[in-house]
């Protein structure tokens, strides 16, 4: 099932990245005593109670600031309201109900999305009782109090928001059209792609980065089989630095990859891989999804016959942990290899479905034990005794073992390449969780 996602918005200074801190159990954001300083969305995955969701902090919103920065913060926050489901619109008791509040209020009622009004710093509910009550001013229900430096009332905040995630899916679970993800950094051609697949225009296309506003699904069909293409939006350009520009693009890039069974991670060849563009490959990666790297404007390249392999091996080496990741070379603009991603997409979704029998894992196990003799450590040798799949959208594996200190990352990749040698599982990664058993359980 995908993470629900919960954006937490409102002016600058009220605590929005203290309370992601807490919640997230470690410091990810910068805090500091003065507004703006969450320049950039950052986000984790938070666990309450059987539910998980992916928590979005984002820069402080200044509704008529016309000052760079502040109007960048506000587009930023702008994208996470769009992509979220739920929205923790959080305030300040101490500095009270302000006009700038009730623009943000309406600002967010206009989403249409499910609000939860959390008044932040209220370390004492008896001392400001009164002053919380001053938030139902705003329209938008009961206000939850918290102190997020106190950590003081998640329990409550919580429940409500897991109150608003959409219930386990029927829909979703019926519908098995293969669900793409295009992402990648703004103007490298992402709708264009899906423009080129479907023959129409249905995305609106240009040459100024970001210009896409809204994601769009698109059903495509290929051979008779129906495929959702999902467009991650860049923004309307604001800004004329080109880094914050590209930062516009992950937030979208989490909702659409969440959604996706398949992430096609779009790269200029032009420009080659960049660190945004493994970054948005990083949260594929993390979230166990299919990938395809596909390295747009192949076209435009002046090639000679050893130009494929020489960028390439540079892929693989600047996107080295996920070796596994399919690559295809494309021009949107001309068409070129455009059909062989509805195939790459087949190989990848059956990578991600394979099921192995545990007999057969489990003689590949012996053979690379055999082959490679597991790690010891002050005269204690790690045994691997048994390994089974449990899952499948990624492939998960199970590896009994009588200390699992012993098993270092390096001996897991060992297996991992074996079974990848056996079973390909082309573009998808493997998880391997381990697990102790005592010898006398044999």
Request: proline share 3%; glycine share 6%; no cysteine.
């Amino acid at each position: 099932m995908n993470k629900p996602i919960v954006a937490i918005v409102g002016r600058p200074n009220v605590g929005k990245s203290t309370l992601f801190n807490a919640l997230a159990g470690e410091r990810i954001s910068i805090v500091k005593d003065y507004p703006g300083v969450t320049r950039d969305r950052i986000y984790a995955d938070i666990a309450w109670l059987d539910m998980q969701f992916t928590m979005i902090d984002t820069g402080g919103i200044e509704p008529e600031s016309k000052d760079m920065m502040l109007t960048y913060m506000r587009e930023q926050a702008q994208i996470a309201i769009d992509t979220a489901d739920v929205i923790v619109f959080l305030t300040d008791v101490r500095q009270g109900l302000v006009d700038a509040d009730y623009k943000v209020a309406e600002l967010l009622r206009r989403s249409m999305k499910p609000i939860v009004l959390t008044v932040n710093k209220v370390d004492s509910f008896q001392k400001f009782e009164a002053d919380v009550y001053e938030f139902y001013n705003l329209g938008l229900g009961d206000p939850f109090p918290i102190s997020a430096s106190s950590k003081l009332g998640f329990g409550e905040l919580l429940d409500e928001i897991v109150k608003y995630f959409p219930e386990t899916g029927h829909e979703e679970e019926e519908d098995d059209r293969p669900r793409v993800a295009i992402v990648g950094k703004p103007n490298v051609g992402k709708s264009s792609i899906i423009n080129r697949l479907t023959g129409e225009s249905l995305v609106i296309v240009s040459d100024i980065a970001g210009t896409t506003r809204d994601a769009v699904d698109t059903t495509v069909v290929s051979h008779g089989r129906e495929y959702i293409f999902i467009d991650t939006a860049g923004l309307r350009r604001k800004s004329k630095i080109k880094e914050d520009l590209e930062h516009f693009s992950i937030v979208r890039s989490i909702g659409a990859i969440e959604r996706a069974d398949v992430v096609v991670v779009v790269i200029d060849a032009l420009e080659g891989v960049t660190e945004q563009d493994a970054k948005i490959a990083g949260i594929a990666h993390e979230r166990g999804k299919g990938i395809i790297v596909a390295v747009n404007k192949w076209d435009a390249i002046e090639k000679n016959d050893k130009t494929m392999y020489r960028f390439r091996d540079k892929i693989r080496e600047i996107l080295s942990f996920i070796p596994y990741a399919e690559i295809l070379f494309i021009s949107a603009l001309s068409g070129q290899r455009l059909n062989k991603l509805f195939d790459t997409i087949d190989l990848v979704i059956q990578s991600q479905n394979l099921r192995v029998a545990t007999g057969v894992l489990n003689e590949i196990l012996a053979e690379a034990v055999a082959l490679q003799q597991p790690p010891s450590d002050k005269g204690k040798r790690l045994k691997l005794y048994y390994i089974t799949q449990v899952a499948v959208k990624p492939p998960t594996f199970v590896i009994f073992v009588n200390d699992k200190d012993l098993m270092h990352f390096s001996y897991t990749r060992y297996i991992e390449n074996k079974i990848r040698e056996a079973f390909g599982f082309s573009g998808t990664s493997i998880k391997f969780f381990i697990r102790e058993r005592k010898e006398k359980e044999q």
